[in-house]
């Protein structure tokens, strides 16, 4: 099992910045990936960007340039850090890791965070 604890987020306005922290305890694979996805309401859940133990990291188009994604693997720790923020970045941020084992990755959840970009 893994437990995921984040913080940061609130209320932000057009612009702005912010920085999501994400600590992983519990049974980690070597390999896996840790990262953050957001959902608005009405929407479905989507990436923003996770970084991959070996050091690959993924964005979604929308966040390239604004939201780099950084880790320290000593403390199990992701951080996502929001740049030029916009009224469309509002949404739930959950934090993830994903274990890859043999088979399908195993994905874990935070309990959400959220994010509201408003003047």
């Known amino acids: 099992q893994v437990q995921l604890v984040e913080s940061g987020g609130g209320l932000v306005q057009p612009g702005g910045s912010l920085r999501l922290s994400c600590t992983a305890s519990?049974?980690?694979?070597?390999?896996?990936?840790m990262g953050w996805y957001r959902q608005a309401p009405g929407k479905q859940r989507e990436l923003v960007a996770r970084m991959f133990s070996s050091g690959v990291i993924n964005y979604a188009d929308s966040v390239k340039g604004r939201f780099p994604i950084t880790r320290d693997n000593a403390k199990n720790t992701v951080y996502l850090h929001m740049n030029s923020l916009k009224p469309e970045d509002t949404a739930v941020y959950y934090c993830?890791?994903?274990?890859?084992?043999?088979?399908?990755?195993?994905?874990?959840w935070g309990q959400g965070t959220q994010v509201t970009v408003s003047s």
């Open positions: 993830n890791l994903a274990n890859y084992g043999m088979s399908t990755p195993v994905n874990y």
């Open positions: 519990g049974t980690i694979f070597s390999l896996n990936a």
